[in-house]
């Protein structure tokens, strides 16, 4: 439903397209109540019959309206419009960029001033947490960084309350798994912890500009998150201080419980390594680290037991011999028992991890069989590794570190590009299908086509029939609608009639005339046309030109002949006799106008003069022609007048002169 130019909510007109989300389209507005421009975020058709997602946008409002902070977009209003099933929030207006986007642009970003986003970020969420909302989707995508430099958290789309966490699947995990903390990869429960974590990703984003997990599936990524423990970003960027780098270790811990335990912590140091950017304060817990519990001192009565001692060697004297004997060979087993177990990495031996990555599976059983370790697989689709090659392992290979005989290494195993059925596309506005292809690991190649019955940015077409099995990583071409073909309509104002049409007609345009009758401009001339010049319009369309049409008022006129009739000469066969006698044959007369004959052969009477030829009416300049006959000789008598000048029944008289 195209909603530019309407109004909803009876007060909020939509201006024009903001962005597009995965389930939402932000439109921008003008609140007519209170003079305002504001973003409108509007439900998408195809998810406003899907009771879950209607009750994920709900929560977006329910989640943000009550809070109010300088870095968290405020929510205005929320809306449901019956006549055209819209859902809709309206939020502030937000005038800057992504966090995305200026990491696209700029790349890396200085270190002091990642940590100033950070600082006020870590304050939108401190915010929120304390108020029992957590975010779970904090990405660059979602935080805007203004004008003045502020940054804006938005998107409270998929924000649950802590008290009502709950445990997702796998495959239906929300939020952006490029950002994903370890415990909403796996489904797990999330809390403000989670929400620590993908802004330790935000930073280290930001620090190094990539992000610390990349794959070709979002599979492979959500593994990465669960498996494998990231560089530390000071290997990617060396200027970036130790306190900085130790902050985004801190925040990106595998296990909640050693990462900042709430925003309040990570905020204290931030503002600490602003002052002191190479300090050793970011303390980092280790789980496996024990505790040194104190014991109670048990009390004997010394002098008592050490009477009893030299009784008995008193009493035995061999007896020291002996156990001083049993002292070294005790001693001496002791340190041979340490020695052997330092030497072979324990109690339990120990053996180097094996390198299994793009090894088969069998090839791994049998080297791991042959270390006295345990395998696990798991089988995921890949278009980079080949079928039944190892993708990765956990605990990843590191030369030199070992591991206890007996322990599990767990590995991923590709199962080649994954196979899927190809949706049809025809009919989707392309975002939608850019979507649908990159959630089946395709690329979409999008050839642009006029058409003048499909709106713009629509899908008209494509390549691969519907229902074709894909493999991920290929590519399907799809035509998209540019709309209809569009023309520059022309200037033809001051031209005539003939010439404006055909100037339309070669600019793929059609013409509509309306005459007026204008006396005081000039006649025959296009005087108006409904689409000013230089406006692209589609070809077709058809524009009205008004012409300037002088209607001239008709008159008539009476006309004379004033001649003697001819006479025919017999002593000169090339002569007319102009005299008074009486000739001897009759005369006729014909007379044409314009030369279309209205008098033909006329009898006229010897000797008249002031001959009445009969009347002409019209307007404009009239050609007039009169034919005398006589004897067989034809003379004709010819005048041009302008009846405009003439007054009505005016007369006018043809002479020999």
């Avoid at 195993?413 to 989707?428: A, C, R, Y």
């Avoid at 002031?610 to 019209?618: F, P, V, Y």
């Amino acid at each position: 439903m195209n909603l530019i130019g309407k109004i909803i909510g009876n007060r909020y007109e939509i201006l024009e397209e903001a962005g597009n989300g995965g389930m939402a389209t932000v439109f921008k507005a003008k609140d007519h109540v209170l003079n305002r421009y504001v973003a409108v975020k509007v439900l998408k058709d195809e998810y406003t019959t899907d009771s879950d997602f209607i009750k994920r946008f709900n929560t977006e409002a329910q989640s943000a309206a009550g809070l109010s902070h300088a870095n968290i977009v405020s929510i205005y209003d929320v809306g449901y419009e019956e006549e055209n099933n819209l859902y809709y929030i309206v939020m502030e207006l937000v005038k800057g960029k992504t966090l995305k986007q200026i990491i696209k642009k700029d790349g890396v970003i200085s270190w002091k001033w990642a940590v100033n986003i950070a600082m006020q970020i870590a304050s939108a969420l401190e915010e929120a947490h304390k108020n029992g909302i957590v975010h779970r989707d904090i990405k660059p995508h979602n935080i805007i960084i203004t004008e003045d430099g502020i940054a804006k958290v938005t998107d409270f789309g998929i924000a649950k309350a802590v008290s009502n966490s709950t445990i997702t699947a796998f495959g239906t995990t929300i939020g952006s798994v490029h950002y994903f903390s370890p415990e909403q990869a796996k489904g797990g429960i999330t809390d403000a912890k989670s929400d620590l974590y993908s802004l330790g990703v935000v930073m280290f984003e930001m620090l190094t500009g990539t992000v610390p997990f990349d794959a070709d599936t979002p599979v492979s990524v959500a593994l990465k998150h669960m498996q494998e423990e990231p560089k530390e970003p000071i290997e990617l960027n060396p200027d970036i201080p130790t306190a900085i780098n130790q902050i985004v270790v801190k925040a990106m811990r595998k296990d909640p419980s050693e990462r900042y335990q709430n925003a309040t912590e990570m905020l204290k140091d931030l503002a600490k390594a602003l002052k002191d950017p190479d300090g050793d304060f970011v303390i980092i817990e280790n789980k496996d680290g024990e505790y040194t519990r104190v014991m109670k001192t048990v009390k004997t009565d010394k002098n008592k037991a050490g009477k009893k001692k030299e009784n008995f060697f008193t009493k035995h004297p061999a007896s020291k011999v002996v156990l001083f004997i049993l002292g070294l060979i005790l001693l001496f087993l002791i340190v041979f028992f340490v020695t052997k177990i330092a030497l072979d990495g324990g109690i339990t031996k120990k053996v180097n991890i094996p390198n299994l990555v793009n090894k088969t599976l069998e090839e791994c059983k049998t080297e791991v069989d042959s270390l006295k370790l345990k395998l696990e697989s798991q089988e995921v689709a890949s278009s980079e590794v080949e079928e039944g090659k190892i993708i990765s392992q956990e605990p990843p290979f590191k030369q030199g570190e070992k591991i206890k005989q007996g322990e599990i290494i767990k590995v991923v195993v590709s199962k080649g590009p994954e196979t899927n059925e190809l949706p049809s596309f025809i009919g989707k506005k392309i975002e939608e299908a850019r979507e649908m292809a990159n959630a089946i690991g395709i690329t979409l190649v999008e050839e642009v086509t006029t058409s003048s019955t499909v709106e713009q940015g629509y899908v008209i077409g494509q390549g691969t029939e519907e229902g074709a099995i894909v493999k991920s990583g290929d590519e399907v071409t799809v035509q998209v609608s540019s709309g209809a073909e569009k023309t520059k309509v022309p200037y033809v104002i001051g031209m005539d009639e003939g010439t404006a049409n055909a100037t339309l007609v070669n600019a793929n345009l059609k013409a509509n005339i309306t005459y007026v009758n204008d006396s005081e401009k000039e006649n025959g001339k296009v005087i108006s046309q409904s689409v000013e010049s230089g406006e692209e319009v589609e070809a077709g369309t058809t524009i009205d030109l008004t012409v300037n049409k002088i209607e001239k008022e008709e008159k008539t006129v009476q006309l004379y002949l004033d001649v003697v009739p001819q006479v025919y000469n017999k002593a000169n066969d090339n002569t007319v006799n102009t005299t008074q006698e009486e000739p001897t044959d009759a005369v006729t007369i014909t007379v044409i106008v314009n030369g279309k004959t209205t008098i033909n052969g006329k009898a006229s009477k010897v000797g008249n003069k002031n001959e009445d030829l009969g009347k002409i009416t019209g307007s404009g300049t009239q050609k007039i022609e009169v034919r005398i006959t006589q004897n067989g000789q034809t003379k004709a008598l010819t005048s041009e007048i302008n009846i405009d000048e003439f007054d009505n029944n005016a007369k006018h008289y043809i002479t020999n002169k």
